[in-house]
């Protein structure tokens, strides 16, 4: 049974970069896909990526694609999201959420989540 805790959310000028982290302080994450999503205030979750135990990423969001980078440190048992030219549109709730199979773009799929961390972009 995975707890999955994110941090690193906080406030943010346009154009200003943050990194989110993904850890769980009893279990190793090396044998899960870990996906991080996005809630905004009044929409709907969506995927952004996912990263798989072999180290395989990929980008299921056009918006954020160029801009967010999800990446595994095995030896500090995380999984970061490198969040880069943040808009007020990237505003939302940020969650990560672990499963043993591959990643999918399926959000029934994974069975762990994280709490979620808030990430807001303003002047």
């Known amino acids: 049974q995975l707890q999955l805790v994110e941090s690193g959310g906080g406030w943010v000028q346009p154009g200003g970069s943050l990194r989110l982290s993904c850890t769980d302080s009893?279990?190793?994450?090396?044998?899960?896909?870990i996906a991080w999503f996005r809630q905004a205030s009044g929409k709907e979750r969506e995927l952004l990526n996912c990263?798989?135990?072999?180290?395989?990423?990929?980008n299921y969001n056009p918006s954020v694609k160029g801009r967010f980078t999800i990446s595994r440190d095995k030896a500090k048992n995380t999984v970061y999201l490198q969040m880069d030219s943040l808009q007020a549109g990237d505003t939302a709730v940020y969650y990560c959420?672990?499963?043993?199979?591959?990643?999918?773009?399926?959000?029934?799929?994974?069975?762990?989540w994280g709490q979620g961390t808030q990430v807001t972009v303003s002047p």
């Open positions: 959420a672990a499963d043993r199979w591959e990643c999918s773009d399926w959000d029934q799929q994974y069975d762990y």
């Open positions: 009893d279990s190793n994450l090396d044998y899960y896909s």
């Open positions: 990263i798989a135990p072999s180290g395989g990423t990929t």
